[in-house]
């Protein structure tokens, strides 16, 4: 084994899959899986196959679609769910087994109601029977986080010495901070005498915000798996970030460590975890968040201008991104400003620059952003009318739908001075309305993301909608804010399709 070469365990279909309002058809996890195999990923866990027949179900189809990675199947330490998982198995190509039992005194008197002697002789019973079945064999010494460092050892050694060939260390309850979970694992390569038999892998929780700090830790002690979600989806606050792990390894090449991710495809698996486990990423997430790699501050704007690395120690096509986004608010300097009327086709030799920004200053005051219409506007005589006639402007919506009626919707646009109109059906007011919209530009844009946000609360609240479309290979962000939600969604689309055309 490269001793260099960091093993990454995708429990996204699992652990991730576990979140209230989370859960996957079938279909949906094959497809996840194949894109976590075009992800590069070495294990994916794609169930805990006694727990319904549906999550059964899944191991089975899964292991048929998927060849590459390793398919894993969860159980705890009895034999009912070995056999289930052994039989959910029965098609991986590469298969594995991943028992185990509660390792700290907690767990063992108010989870077992039982003793060290007692949980150690299970941990083992259960591995010696999972080899009967495959060969390949991952342990979880479940809150081991919190685990006497000597018993952990002690376990850890019988179940390397019974056929484990994987064993985990979990921070069930993301308690250990990096120092702390990274002399655990230190002090199991130190005191267990066989730990060269396996690898040692990391399975670390959000609950402190310190997953992807305390993963790092763990690989840096000894560690050589990783243990991570999607998005960082899972119980509570999350598990441990692949991308976050995965990019930090990349970007730290004195480290040393490799993986077999391919970072380009990041951007586009997270968005389709984001959508199909209905779980959007918070825009100031790291790598993935739409904020990752926008910037609005004037300075920020202008060193990044001047040589990107000054403010993105990460370059966004690593992770699949066209570009960084350059934001144009009040914070916005000259820099930016510069850049985004050449952008429009704008001769800055030809134009006050300083007279111009003191404009845009007065406008950006009286906006959150601005946009290219704006800058349009800005570029004319200063008059809003000016902009009448270029672009698109929504000057009609009229939306029809109820229970059992099929939601229609009417939609005239003016695009560049002159008007159009369309009606489209739709699976609810929203589609029905871009699907109208569609009708009338008529071109391939794809909508990629699309989330509502409620400014207070309560039902007289302003909503706030973001949305993401695809255009040429592009990402273009929308956004909008209205008490209606449909009213709200269209101006978001539009805005998104203005800064397309």
Known sequence: MDNNRVYVFDTTLRDGEQVPGCQLTTVEKIIVAKELEALGVDVIEAGFPISSPGDFQSVVEISKAVSEPVICALTRANTADIDAAASALKYAKRKRIHTGIGSSDMHIKYKFNSTREAILERAVEAVKYARKFVDDIEFYAEDAGRADDA????????????????????????????????????????????????????????????????????????????????????????????????????????????????????????????????????PNKAIVGRNAFAHSSGIHQDGVLKHRENYEILNPEDIGLQSNSIILTARSGRHALKHHLERLGYKIDKINLDEVYARFLEMADTKKEIADHDLLVLMGDGDANHYDDKGIKVTLLQVVCGDPLRPMATVKLRINGEEKEASAAGNGPVNATINAIHAIIQDDITLDEFSIQAMRGGSEDVSKVNMRVQHSGKSYYGFGYSTDIVNASVHAYVDALNKIY
């Not at 305390?214 to 050589?224: E, K, L, Y």
């Not at 389709?272 to 779980?279: A, F, I, K, P, Q």
């Open 151 to 282: 018993y952990l050892a002690q376990m850890v050694e019988a179940v390397i010495a019974a056929g484990a060939t994987v064993v985990n260390i979990p921070d069930t309850n993301g308690y250990c901070l990096p120092e702390q979970y990274g002399a655990k694992i230190k002090y199991l390569m130190d005191h267990v005498s066989n730990i060269d038999k396996a690898i040692i892998s990391v399975h670390c929780h959000n609950d402190l915000g310190l997953a992807t700090a305390n993963t790092i830790a763990g690989v840096m002690n000894g560690a050589r798996q990783v243990e991570c979600t999607i998005n960082g989806i899972g119980e509570r606050a999350g598990n441990t970030s692949l991308e976050e792990v995965a990019m930090i390894l990349k970007t730290h090449h004195a480290l040393g460590y490799t993986t077999g991710i391919n970072s380009k495809k990041i951007y586009e698996i997270s968005n389709l975890v984001s959508n199909m486990m209905r779980m959007p990423v918070q």
